[in-house]
């Protein structure tokens, strides 16, 4: 057509492009704001008016390098898993009061997103209480500097803190739920409330705290069977935890929410994770796979705690005191004997777990591949070329009548160097009033004794020579407590006194190390006495980079940094004898290394394996 010569015809033809550009514009902008709806049926949830049954796993986003979720998340659908679900730690996200962080790996909104990239639903649990064998349940060591603030309760000054915390993850994830065309599905308040209290006037507080947050989609709650009656808040979804029996399964959830599903266990445990000083956990899946199988024929919607733990780096471990126990402080490693392992490889457990849920995937629906083994090596030619003395890298001491916790000196995790002047050519016992948690203690920079909280040691026989003698007493903070009633009671540090030969030994001095930015100690090789804790700096260099495993069996006690990033703890006691180091940590070339070592400061060989080792106990 010769639009130069009819000119209406041309108007019109431009009107219509117009209105077909607007149009198709108009059509991305509502893919792009399209939403979903997800609710409850009387049986089962049904997205978009259609049944729905969760096949999650449990995967946290600290524990993983940011690096990695994609990988991660692409392998929960490569065994069947339409929703992953994870926790949101209040400490991470307000290490400080008032100063927020939901950057780095500590940035949730993305990982949420990631999920929905790969086409993963997400289960939230903001809680702000989590547990997760995480340090102080996830809650912020700096709330037990607020004179009487209690937490889970509706005493004020908690409340006034909590909703803080709330508004800002809501101002985070509460765009990315389903109803606002994000891929949250549901959001879990509180969590396992009814093993610790029942109070519903603090639960309904929470719904208030959660929706005020933004959060206006399908909230629940979830508890242990037994516990439920305590925990469930009428007019929400009661979900139930450690649960297999299904008629069980139903007949809970049906006599605490009028009588119908649908039908949730919260927390299904195909494993269990581990604490220092005992047995590596693990469950064959051929025990689990029998449950798996007959959750998801009745119908019933599940999430596998976990599904891939992760490490724990950092300091960032919890530690259980059930009062019958005694105080067990988690390993480093967070391996779960989960489908995934630590290192986010298929393990046999995946196999097994993914040939029962293939016989219940949507028609049509295929799922991918089983992954690949990552690619593993070993390291054998990492150096030490400096060492200092904890001595020599002391900071400007903090001064007081009595020893202060960690919280009195605003230190959160790490350790803190106590030190008093005592007049010598005595004999007779030492006696830490609630040490918490672990000590090394030395007289004239000499270790003399350790105490470990783990076996309720406080006291020991010491000598002083003749003389004035320096008393350094090196506390560790090995995770402050996760769960049950002693939630209450988690400063860390000398809590109360330090006693000798009955006398109050007084005039302290406090020098915190809190160890959380490595690369702000600076020293020169050292003349290193035998038995004083001491900082290694090292080096090594790679052609390429892949997963490998520091072997750390012939080492005592410490922490291990690789290229700036805190791996976490290791123990000679185990079972956890190596550390994962992760390839996307590594690079080609220089790679630098720090170790702090409590015990065996003469060490200074180190090499790393193409394999981990988490069931070795030592003496």
């Given at each position: 057509?010769?639009?130069?010569?009819?000119?209406?015809?041309?108007?019109?033809?431009?009107s219509?492009?117009?209105?077909?550009?607007?149009?198709?514009?108009?059509?991305k902008?509502?893919?792009?704001?399209?939403?979903?709806?997800f609710?409850?049926?009387?049986?089962?949830?049904?997205?978009d008016?259609?049944?729905?049954?969760?096949?999650?796993?449990?995967?946290?986003?600290?524990?993983?390098?940011?690096?990695?979720?994609?990988?991660?998340?692409?392998?929960?659908?490569?065994?069947?898993?339409?929703?992953?679900?994870?926790?949101?730690?209040?400490?991470?996200?307000?290490?400080?009061?008032?100063?927020?962080?939901?950057?780095?790996?500590?940035?949730?909104?993305?990982?949420v997103k990631?999920?929905?990239?790969?086409?993963?639903?997400?289960?939230?649990?903001?809680?702000?209480?989590?547990?997760?064998?995480?340090?102080?349940?996830?809650?912020?060591?700096?709330?037990?500097n607020?004179?009487?603030?209690?937490?889970?309760?509706?005493?004020?000054?908690?409340?006034?803190?909590?909703?803080?915390?709330?508004?800002?993850?809501?101002?985070?994830?509460?765009?990315?739920?389903?109803?606002?065309?994000?891929?949250i599905?549901?959001?879990?308040i509180?969590?396992?409330?009814?093993?610790?209290?029942?109070?519903?006037?603090?639960?309904?507080?929470?719904?208030?705290?959660?929706?005020?947050?933004?959060?206006?989609?399908?909230?629940?709650?979830?508890?242990?069977?037994?516990?439920?009656?305590?925990?469930?808040?009428?007019?929400?979804?009661?979900?139930?935890?450690?649960?297999?029996?299904?008629?069980?399964?139903?007949?809970?959830?049906?006599?605490?929410?009028?009588?119908?599903?649908p039908?949730?266990?919260?927390?299904?445990?195909?494993?269990?994770?581990?604490?220092?000083?005992?047995?590596?956990?693990?469950?064959?899946?051929?025990?689990?796979?029998?449950?798996?199988?007959?959750?998801?024929?009745?119908?019933?919607?599940?999430?596998?705690?976990?599904?891939?733990?992760?490490?724990?780096?950092?300091?960032?471990n919890?530690?259980?005191?059930?009062?019958?126990?005694?105080?067990?402080?988690?390993?480093?490693?967070?391996?779960?004997?989960?489908?995934?392992?630590?290192?986010?490889?298929?393990?046999?457990?995946?196999?097994?777990?993914?040939?029962?849920?293939?016989?219940?995937?949507?028609?049509?629906?295929?799922?991918?591949?089983?992954?690949?083994?990552?690619?593993?090596?070993?390291?054998?030619?990492?150096?030490?070329?400096?060492?200092?003395?904890?001595?020599?890298?002391?900071?400007?001491?903090?001064?007081?009548?009595?020893?202060?916790?960690?919280?009195?000196?605003?230190?959160?995790?790490?350790?803190?160097?106590?030190?008093?002047?005592?007049?010598?050519?005595?004999?007779?016992?030492?006696?830490?009033?609630?040490?918490?948690?672990?000590?090394?203690?030395?007289?004239?920079?000499?270790?003399?004794?350790?105490?470990?909280?783990?076996?309720?040691?406080?006291?020991?026989?010491?000598?002083?020579?003749?003389?004035?003698?320096?008393?350094?007493?090196?506390?560790?903070?090995?995770?402050?407590?996760?769960?049950?009633?002693?939630?209450?009671?988690?400063n860390?540090?000398?809590?109360?006194?330090?006693?000798?030969?009955?006398?109050?030994?007084?005039?302290?001095?406090?020098?915190?190390?809190?160890?959380?930015?490595?690369?702000?100690?600076?020293?020169?090789?050292?003349?290193?006495?035998?038995?004083?804790?001491?900082?290694?700096?090292?080096?090594?260099?790679?052609?390429?980079?892949?997963?490998?495993?520091?072997?750390?069996?012939?080492?005592?006690?410490?922490?291990?940094?690789?290229?700036g990033?805190?791996?976490?703890?290791?123990?000679?006691?185990?079972?956890?004898?190596?550390?994962?180091?992760?390839?996307?940590?590594?690079?080609?070339?220089?790679?630098?290394?720090?170790?702090?070592?409590?015990?065996?400061?003469?060490?200074?060989?180190?090499?790393?394996?193409?394999?981990?080792?988490?069931?070795?106990?030592?003496?």
């Open positions: 057509m010769n639009t130069k010569k009819t000119p209406l015809l041309a108007l019109i033809f431009s219509l492009l117009s209105l077909s550009l607007l149009g198709s514009c108009q059509q902008r509502q893919d792009k704001d399209a939403t979903h709806t609710t409850l049926g009387d049986s089962a949830f049904l997205l008016n259609k049944p729905f049954q969760i096949i999650s796993g449990e995967m946290h986003y600290p524990r993983i390098p940011r690096e990695a979720w994609l990988d991660r998340m692409k392998k929960a659908k490569a065994m069947g898993l339409n929703t992953i679900s994870t926790y949101v730690f209040w400490n991470l996200q307000e290490p400080q009061k008032d100063k927020f962080d939901f950057s780095g790996n500590n940035d949730i909104a993305q990982f990631d999920a929905q990239k790969v086409g993963l639903w997400v289960i939230l649990r903001p809680s702000p209480y989590v547990c997760a064998e995480w340090e102080f349940g996830g809650y912020p060591y700096w709330l037990q607020i004179k009487g603030l209690v937490v889970r309760s509706k005493e004020k000054q908690y409340i006034e803190e909590y909703k803080k915390y709330i508004n800002a993850v809501g101002k985070q994830l509460a765009p990315l739920q389903i109803n606002h065309g994000g891929n599905i549901m959001v879990q509180e969590n396992e409330y009814g093993s610790y209290g029942n109070d519903k006037s603090y639960l309904q507080l929470n719904e208030q705290l959660f929706r005020n947050a933004g959060f206006d989609g399908l909230l629940y709650t979830c508890d242990p069977a037994k516990d439920l009656p305590n925990g469930y808040l009428p007019g929400l979804l009661p979900a139930v935890n450690g649960l297999s029996d299904t008629t069980a399964i139903k007949s809970i959830i049906r006599k605490y929410h009028q009588g119908k599903g039908f949730m266990v919260a927390e299904w445990y195909p494993a269990w994770f581990d604490w220092w000083g005992t047995k590596h956990h693990t469950v064959p899946a051929a025990a689990y796979a029998k449950q798996l199988n007959d959750i998801l024929k009745a119908g019933i919607s599940i999430n596998m705690y976990m599904f891939h733990g992760g490490t724990t780096r950092g300091f960032m919890g530690a259980n005191d059930k009062q019958t126990t005694p105080y067990e402080p988690q390993t480093s490693s967070y391996d779960y004997d989960a489908p995934l392992d630590e290192a986010g490889n298929v393990t046999e457990k995946f196999k097994v777990f993914r040939s029962v849920i293939e016989k219940y995937l949507p028609k049509g629906e295929v799922l991918p591949a089983i992954p690949a083994p990552k690619t593993t090596m070993g390291i054998s030619n990492i150096k030490f070329a400096t060492s200092a003395s904890i001595f020599n890298i002391l900071p400007k001491p903090v001064e007081n009548l009595t020893p202060l916790t960690f919280e009195a000196l605003h230190q959160a995790y790490g350790f803190v160097l106590y030190r008093t002047m005592v007049k010598g050519g005595e004999n007779g016992i030492l006696h830490l009033r609630d040490l918490r948690d672990y000590a090394i203690v030395m007289v004239n920079s000499k270790r003399v004794g350790v105490l470990d909280r783990r076996f309720r040691q406080d006291s020991m026989p010491i000598s002083f020579p003749a003389g004035n003698d320096t008393l350094d007493i090196l506390v560790e903070n090995l995770g402050r407590i996760n769960f049950g009633l002693n939630l209450l009671k988690n860390k540090g000398i809590t109360h006194s330090v006693w000798f030969n009955g006398g109050e030994l007084k005039g302290w001095q406090m020098y915190d190390l809190p160890f959380d930015n490595i690369a702000q100690y600076h020293f020169k090789g050292d003349n290193i006495r035998d038995n004083e804790p001491i900082v290694r700096k090292g080096s090594f260099q790679l052609i390429k980079v892949a997963d490998t495993y520091l072997d750390m069996r012939r080492w005592g006690k410490g922490v291990v940094w690789i290229n990033h805190n791996l976490g703890r290791y123990w000679r006691v185990g079972p956890q004898q190596t550390i994962y180091v992760p390839a996307e940590w590594l690079k080609q070339g220089e790679n630098s290394i720090t170790i702090l070592e409590l015990l065996k400061p003469e060490m200074n060989a180190l090499s790393a394996i193409d394999h981990p080792i988490l069931d070795e106990l030592q003496r």
